[in-house]
């Protein structure tokens, strides 16, 4: 039932993707009871989750992403 | 330290998430911003043989997007400026709202504080993502922003979970300090 600060560390940030199982989280909770560096870093790392989902970050369409690579490219052979 | 150098061909992988995020947060329209950062590129690759080193590839960019960006915006003022004489004209003058500017809604005045405080947030994660290694920020993106699948990232990454957790690992660790640094 105990767990590594490795182990907990990693339950902690799978638990930022919902990827944590509830037996996870209860193991992680139980090592917070007795680990105030992991506690402190699960804090920091809800945090970082909360900062992230507010900030609302996008990423450009891949689609387009890919035809501007070999737009990039094809302008790239014919200046040479 | 040395001149920095151009690599158009990382381009893309490099700086395209992180100068469409600055986009949206000055323009608010996706489309748009994808527009602007192609333009940014191509400008870019037009005027390489001005890059003289002095500040980072990403830098230089940025200053190229910021020209244009101010660029949009100057046509599109001259633009309303036109809808709003060309309003006055065709409507009788006599009724409420015929001004361009009554016409638009004011829905996002009260959020408009927290709204520009999350843009502010914004482009202070993109400049941490930035700073991290390039397998880092990939597989960062890939799972926290686009909210790609665990199993599906490991394919295409061609590593494993415990690996892609490493990684995660590291990233988050890094973004942390980073934003503790330049944030809070």
């Known amino acids: ?80 | 330290m040395g001149k920095a150098t151009l690599d158009p061909s990382k381009w893309v992988d490099r700086y395209a998430d992180y100068l469409y995020n600055y986009t949206i947060a000055k323009v608010n329209d996706q489309i748009l911003a994808e527009d602007l950062v192609q333009e940014t590129f191509l400008a870019g690759l037009k005027s390489a043989s001005g890059f003289k080193g002095d500040a980072s590839e990403r830098t230089w960019l940025i200053s190229i997007l910021k020209r244009k960006i101010i660029d949009h915006y100057r046509r599109s003022n001259s633009r309303k400026g036109k809808a709003e004489v060309k309003i006055n004209f065709t409507q009788d003058g006599q009724q409420e709202g015929d001004w361009l500017e009554e016409r638009v809604a004011d829905a996002g005045r009260i959020n408009i504080e927290e709204e520009m405080q999350n843009e502010e947030l914004g482009i202070a994660i993109e400049e941490c993502i930035a700073k991290l290694p390039e397998k880092q920020a990939r597989v960062f993106r890939m799972k926290t922003i686009e909210g790609i699948e665990t199993e599906d990232i490991c394919k295409e990454l061609n590593i494993t979970p415990s690996n892609l957790w490493v990684i995660i690992h590291r990233a988050r660790t890094a973004l942390m300090s980073c934003l503790e640094k330049n944030w809070f």
């Open chain 1, 1 to 80: 039932m105990l767990i590594s600060c490795t182990q907990a560390l990693e339950i902690c940030n799978k638990a930022q993707y919902d990827e944590a199982g509830s037996w996870q989280i209860f193991k992680l909770k139980l090592h917070h009871v007795y680990c105030r560096n992991c506690k402190a870093h699960a804090g920091k790392n809800g945090k970082l989750t909360e900062l992230c989902s507010k900030a609302d970050l996008k990423c450009m369409d891949h689609q387009k992403k890919e035809k501007l690579k070999e737009e990039i490219e094809k302008k790239i052979t014919t200046d040479r």
